[in-house]
Every structure is written in C-alpha cells, then in structure tokens.
C-alpha cells in the first residue's frame, strides 16, 4: 500500500509505488520492527492514526438497577422494558438466585456492570440503608473512570431531590450528574440515547439471528475548537489475507524486494464488526489533541507525519481519556479488511491505479488532502497513497502462525501486565 508513515521522527518521508497490500508491510520492516497502520479513527470504531472502537451488541450492556423496596414494581417494568429492547439489566429480585450471599454478589455486579442507574423516589430517598451503599459504590468506580463517561445515572421515579451523596476521595457528588425524568413520556427514549451516547451505535438484530448494520451508520467525535472525528461502522465478516504467490513472484521480480514474500501463507480471517476514523488523523486533529504538530509538510487538512508508533498509541490514549470511549489502533488484520472492503482486487477500485485514484509513487511528491480522493466502499479515504499508517501489530517474518480472528499479532516481550 503506497501510504507514507505516520512519519518517523529523524527519517525522512518517502514515498514508496502503492504496490498492493503486501507493500504496506514490507516496508515498514526496512523502518521499524512494528507494522505500519495507525489506526483510522473508530469503537473496538486514532490519523496518520486511525483509531479503532469496537462494535458491541446490546446484550453486552450490563445495567445495575439500584432501588429501594418501596420502588420495586416501578423498577421491574424498568427492567422488562431494558430486557425487551435488549439489554442485560440487573435487578436482585431477577437475578439473585437462592442461596446466594446478597453481600457479596451486589458489589461484585456493580463492579462488572457498564451502567448504574439509580432509581430515586420521595419515599426510598428518606431512607438510610443498604441502596445507598450501592450508591457509593458506584460512585467509587465511576471516580476513577475517564472524564465525561457516562457511567451513573439518577433516574427520578417523581419529583424528588437528587439526594446528597459523596465520594470523599475525589469530591464527586451524584448531585453532579445530570437526571432524568423517567416518568416522562419520553423517559424511556432519553434513557436509551444516553446509552446509545456512550456505547454506540450497536448491532442490530434480526429475530434473534445474524448480527448486521448499514455501512452508511457512523457518527462524529467532538475533539473541541469545531475539529470532529469522523467514525464509519465497519461490518464483520471474513476475508483471505495476504497476497496470493503468483502477485508476490510479480511484486518480487518488478521491485528487486524478497520482502515481500513475507505476505504468505494467505489466510481466512474473521472479523468483528468495529468502527474506524473516515480518514488518517490530520494535522487539525493531531494538533487539538497533543498540543503539536511535527509534520513537515504543514497544512491542517493534510495527515500528520512523523510520529513514532509511541505518539501513534499516546494520542489514543488521551482520545480515550477525553472522551470516555476506547480507542485504539487497528490490528493489521482489520486495517486490510477495511481497505479492502470486500474487494479481491490489487485495489479497492480494480487492479490498476493512477494518479486520479491516489497519490502513490511521487506523482505529487507532498502528501495530498485527506478528502481530495474518493473512499472506499466502507466510506474509508485515503486508504491507498498518500501516508503509510501504524497499526498496533508488531513485525514477523511471515503470516505462519498468525491469529484467524483479526486480533492484534503481538509478541510475548511486549504483553502488558
């Protein structure tokens, strides 16, 4: 693939021909033990990062329903309604089974659960007991949650006083989060687009079966300053990576490079659906976030360059702590499936390229504004030409022994505790 690396600080940037798939590997063995492919920025969907969020269904959403006694037949048809639309609600009269340590087994779920909601009424705020244990324990996990992550919500049952509630370590008050009326008519909805906020947009169901999503579903990430990123949902599915060895005995003989006979054995490879930033990270986006912009070629729509792997992976980092949502970059495996984009072909658009469809081989000599060529089918930009991209892989010799389930190919050397 004939992008230029998320520069490399101290290597000059060059430009090498957009040679298929395998070139985006190959060359990035001459840099640096780590493949190149930033993550495009999405979930599990960071320019040049791409950043990756992951796709999550429904029923992954664990919700605590916090409450007290007097609120208990408000809060079962709140956890019908949650199970109906299909999510894992978790209410101790539902799921507590007999015999079991109720002591134990509530702390245990709140600390596993993606959601808190606590249910409040006129009558159970009056009391002191066990709920507002819960509470605090809530408000303990969400302390050292990143900022902005939605995590607790007070649902009001009627127009009660959100009560005072603290934690004392890190001042925070569930006084500080904002409510929601759920005896409104549209209690409910609101309820589900803070959810969809915070762990969307998720799968869709079909009765039960094959999981699936449209291609166009996607939203964008507020970096602030009017600089947006913009997420495109990518489906799962199965694909053949690598390259096929008559197209490395070509790529062989046409550029003199054995190293390309590292794009084999070709593989199946399954991957989950997730989301991915429409185009590499640009100098804008780069520079609202890590206050810098090392590029050389400046210009605020084109995609930063010389980063190390290490920036690569910080600016992730810190999208993840600004926004409450993961963010990472793409393993090889899903960086080539969406770039391929169900294609078979050398490329997303046919076996040729030309300098209409990319910039690849000096034909511009200067990297080229993330949006001046056409996407791909997924809706993803600049995928061929223009910058190589990190991804979070590190580098082997050949594809023997590599993962079929479009996970990151990690060394154990480099396995973080």
């Known amino acids: 693939m004939g992008r230029l690396i998320w520069g490399i600080t101290g290597i000059k940037p060059q430009y090498y021909p957009a040679v298929t798939y395998s070139a985006r590997k190959s060359f990035t063995n001459i840099i640096l033990p780590r493949k190149f492919t930033f993550p495009k920025i999405q979930c599990y969907k960071c320019g040049t990062i791409n950043n990756v969020r992951g796709i999550v269904k429904k029923s992954e959403i664990l919700i605590f329903l916090a409450h007290a006694n007097e609120d208990k037949e408000e809060v079962l048809k709140l956890y ?98 904002q409510w929601l009326d759920y005896w409104e008519t549209d209690g409910f909805d609101r309820l589900e687009r803070a959810i969809t906020h915070q762990y969307g947009p998720f799968e869709k169901t079909d009765e039960g079966k094959a999981q699936s999503f449209s291609k166009a579903q996607s939203f964008s990430e507020d970096l602030g300053n009017g600089i947006n990123l913009e997420m495109i949902a990518i489906p799962g599915g199965t694909f053949m990576m690598g390259t096929e060895d008559y197209e490395i005995e070509r790529l062989v003989k046409k550029y003199n490079k054995e190293h390309f006979r590292v794009e084999k054995p070709q593989r199946e490879v399954t991957v989950q659906p997730f989301l991915m930033d429409k185009y590499p990270i640009t100098q804008a986006q780069y520079q609202e976030l890590m206050s810098k912009n090392p590029s050389r070629l400046k210009d605020y729509n084109r995609p930063v360059e010389y980063v190390s792997w290490d920036d ?49 081989d000096n034909n511009v000599r200067k990297t080229t504004s993330v949006v001046q060529f056409s996407p791909n089918t997924f809706g993803l930009c600049d995928m061929h030409g223009n910058v190589w991209e990190w991804c979070e892989d590190d580098w082997h010799d050949s594809y023997e022994g590599a993962p079929t389930d479009s996970s990151a190919w990690l060394s154990k050397k480099v396995l973080k505790k």
């Open 312 to 360: 690569a992976v910080e600016f992730c980092r810190r999208l993840s702590k600004q926004t409450g949502t993961e963010y990472r970059l793409p393993s090889e495996a899903e960086w080539e499936y969406a770039c391929r984009a169900g294609t078979a072909t050398s490329y997303y658009f046919g076996e040729t390229i030309t300098p209409e469809l990319a910039n690849y």
């Open 80 to 177: 019908d309604s949650l199970k109906k639309a299909g999510y894992k609600p978790w209410l101790d009269k539902k799921d507590l089974m007999p015999g079991q340590n109720w002591r134990t087994v509530i702390p245990k779920e709140i600390k596993n659960s993606k959601l808190f909601i606590a249910c409040l009424s006129q009558e159970s705020i009056a009391k002191v007991g066990y709920v507002q244990k819960e509470f605090k324990l809530a408000l303990s996990k969400y302390a050292e949650m990143p900022q902005n992550k939605i995590y607790i919500i007070p649902l009001r049952l009627d127009e009660c006083e959100i009560p005072d509630l603290r934690q004392e370590e890190y001042g925070v008050n569930l006084r500080d989060l």
